[in-house]
Nanobody, 119 residues
Framework: EPRLVESGGGLVQPGGSLRLSCAAS????????MIWVRQAPGKGPERISS????????YYVDSVKGRFTISRDNAKDMLYLQMNSLKPEDTAVYYC????????????WGQGTQVTVSL
């Protein structure tokens, strides 16, 4: 069964940076397009970034483009999200997931990591 564990969230001031990590197990990680999803308070989940199996094709929603960078290490079964120039509107719980499990198979997402951007 898929198991995804996120880490790296926290409280950061506007303009700051965080790097999220996601450790995958129970899946053939290198065979899956992986995504980062965030859910802000009172809002639905939003897929903000994706990366293809080889790590060469990436996608970003406009609101994070130029500030966030997704990457993966297939040798370590790890997914990353480097977040720079953080804004208060980036405050959310961040989840990693397989693209095939979005949006319906939420049971297979990670548990999430809280990112709070505030003074």
């Amino acid at each position: 069964e898929p198991r995804l564990v996120e880490s790296g969230g926290g409280l950061v001031q506007p303009g700051g940076s965080l790097r999220l990590s996601c450790a995958a197990s129970g899946i053939t990680f290198s065979s899956h397009v992986m995504i980062w999803v965030r859910q802000a308070p009172g809002k639905g989940p939003e897929r903000i970034s994706s990366i293809d199996t080889g790590g060469s094709i990436t996608y970003y929603v406009d609101s994070v483009k130029g500030r966030f960078t997704i990457s993966r290490d297939n040798a370590k079964d790890m997914l990353y999200l480097q977040m720079n120039s953080l804004k208060p509107e980036d405050t959310a719980v961040y989840y990693c997931a397989r693209n095939i499990d979005y949006p319906s198979n939420r049971n297979y997402w990670g548990q999430g990591t809280q990112v709070t951007v505030s003074l």
